[in-house]
């Protein structure tokens, strides 16, 4: 069965750093582009950013809200990407979700994982 | 960054009933469209991609339609199982942007 399983997220302070995983199996991440969306409480979807792997290297690109503080990894043996979040923010509060992006359909996410929340607060 | 957005907010509407809406998107993103339905508690479900493509193993009475600036997502003849928040997504260019979300409660 192809899923994607988050974990890692919880309660941390303003300032503090967290480490979200995302466990695909039944196909293999580093053969896509993989997102990562977050959703405040009783509000939209927000992208957060990507990974996609070119000639054996990781590239990324970050929404603006989380350039400079997120950054996102995969490991190939692990078939698990990963999302560190530094300087929580409150506002960084939401349920972070990765999703699988397929080129083909015009880079729609086609596989999202359950959900892991994270809340930011004293 | 594209701006998407949705109409209506919020639609009341009745089992059997045919459900139109709309996304708009602040310039053009030729077919690079996607529409996902959310229940409570739950991730979104990907429907239509590439605006008018429907997503394997979702029921043909979801359609997408429009290209460039304008989009629609119809649901010929709502099931109870439909009743949930729809959003559209652009991946034009980046970064990816979504609509603010339509719900569809029940009438």
């Known amino acids: 069965e192809v899923q994607l399983v988050e974990s890692g997220g919880g309660l941390v302070q303003p300032g503090g750093s967290l480490r979200l995983s995302c466990a695909a199996s039944?196909?293999?991440?580093?053969?896509?582009?993989m997102d990562w969306v977050r959703q405040a409480p009783g509000e939209g979807l927000e992208w957060v950013g990507r990974?996609?792997?070119?000639?054996?290297?990781?590239?990324?690109e970050y929404a603006a809200s989380v350039k400079g503080r997120f950054t996102i990894s995969g490991d190939d043996s692990k078939n698990s990407l990963y999302l560190q979040m530094n300087s929580l923010k409150t506002e960084d509060t939401a349920v972070y979700y990765c999703?699988?992006?397929?080129?083909?359909?015009?880079?729609?996410?086609?596989?999202w994982g359950q959900g892991t929340m994270v809340t930011v607060s004293s | 960054d594209i701006q998407m957005t949705q109409s209506p907010s919020s639609v009341s509407a009745s089992v059997g009933d045919r459900v139109t809406i709309t996304c708009r998107a602040s310039?053009?993103?030729?077919?690079?469209l996607a529409w996902y339905q959310q229940k409570p508690g739950k991730a979104p479900k990907l429907l239509i991609y590439?605006?008018?493509s429907l997503q394997s193993g979702v029921p043909s009475r979801f359609s997408g339609s429009g290209s460039g600036t304008d989009f629609t997502l119809t649901i010929s003849s709502l099931q109870p199982e439909d009743f949930a928040t729809y959003y559209c997504?652009?991946?034009?260019?980046?970064?990816?942007?979504f609509g603010q979300g339509t719900k569809l409660e029940i009438k």
């Open positions: 997504q652009q991946a034009n260019s980046f970064p990816p942007t």
């Open positions: 999703a699988r992006v397929v080129v083909i359909t015009n880079d729609a996410l086609d596989i």
């Open positions: 990974t996609r792997k070119k000639a054996n290297t990781y590239t990324t």
């Open positions: 039944g196909f293999t991440f580093s053969d896509h582009y």
């Open positions: 590439a605006a008018s």
């Open positions: 310039q053009g993103i030729n077919s690079w």
